[in-house]
């Protein structure tokens, strides 16, 4: 909906602003003074970026300074404003001739979407534990002003705002907000499953440190302590240059060695497990000797019998 053109002062802004925002405006400027001085009724148009065709109807309630003496005005933004031409008064301040442009009515349709704005950032505003989203929610605005709120408090950049500003269209504006806010709560809900995975990886930590030392109490008072076999084999694991999956495998042993009772055979079999692992030379290369005559003479010194042990070695070697 518009309203008919009407003349007000007119100001150019460094950044983008939208219908409801209040700003402390800077009037560093002598064409910032000139519109404020200038404004017809407290009311004045504002523009921002680099095009000049839509901008915004603003209140000026107030003037003052700041405590370093700089002029300020302050400014409630209330509506959109199509801009038509500019001309110059005989004081020399800007004067836009625009049409106030204000949001129609809302459609069953518009209304559908703004419910789905609002799904979204109802689980946006749990994910932030925000405190202005669900207030800025009950205030039950139109589909057009909640997405101009919306872009406010989530600070688009200059180049978000301009786009929302220029979304004369609700349903237009409507996407570009819904489009953020689906985008925004893909990465909150991203960003809580790894928080979520972190904390459950340093409380099941927790869990293995308490439990361990519950067992080692445990054992203490049964006589059983073995801490100290564990603890070096854990240190020898910690500094042992070995394939991923056998620290997995040695670690899962020891698990088992620290529950196992010193009274049970799997005790033992245990450490003699863990002891040829931890002897056996990981990652060391040697020079292949292929000699199979060499390899024959080997065998034959140093087992009696056993020829088809010795048979199946000599053919690995004849293979390589």
């Not at 003037?63 to 300020?72: A, C, K, W």
């Amino acid at each position: 909906m518009t309203s008919a053109r009407a003349r007000l002062s007119i100001a150019l802004l460094p950044t983008v602003v939208l219908p409801g925002a209040v700003a402390t405006l800077a009037l560093n400027t002598e064409g910032l003074r000139r519109a404020v001085d200038a404004a017809t009724g407290g009311r004045l148009v504002l523009t921002g970026g680099d095009e000049h065709t839509i901008g915004v109807v603003a209140r000026v309630p107030d003037t003052g300074s700041l405590p370093s003496g700089e002029p300020v005005a302050i400014v409630q933004i209330e509506s959109r404003a199509r801009i038509h031409a500019i001309h110059r008064d005989e004081l020399g301040a800007d004067v836009a001739e625009h049409e106030v442009l204000s949001d129609p009515p809302p459609t069953p349709s518009l209304e559908h979407v703004g419910r789905e704005l609002r799904a979204v950032l109802e689980l946006i505003a749990e994910l932030r534990r925000s405190r202005r989203l669900p207030e800025l929610l009950r205030r039950n605005l139109d589909p057009g002003a909640l997405a101009d709120a919306v872009a406010l408090w989530a600070e688009f950049d200059q180049a978000g705002m301009l786009a929302v500003l220029r979304a004369v269209d609700v349903a237009e504006r409507l996407e570009i907000v819904l489009g953020w806010a689906r985008t925004h709560l893909a990465e909150l809900q991203v960003a809580e499953s790894i928080r979520n995975d972190v904390s459950e990886g340093v409380d099941k930590q927790q869990r293995e440190f308490v439990l361990r030392q519950q067992l080692a109490a445990i054992r203490k008072e049964l006589g059983e302590g073995d801490d100290d076999v564990v603890d070096e084999y854990r240190t020898k694991l910690s500094e042992l240059d070995a394939p991923e999956s056998v620290i997995t495998a040695i670690a899962k042993e020891l698990d088992r060695l620290e529950r196992t009772s010193q009274q049970s055979p799997e005790h033992s079999w245990i450490r003699t497990w863990l002891d040829r692992i931890f002897e056996l030379p990981w990652n060391e290369r040697s020079d292949d000797n292929l000699d199979l005559d060499r390899a024959t003479q080997v065998l034959d010194d140093d087992h009696f019998g056993l020829d088809d042990c010795k048979d199946r070695i000599v053919e690995f070697l004849a293979r390589r």
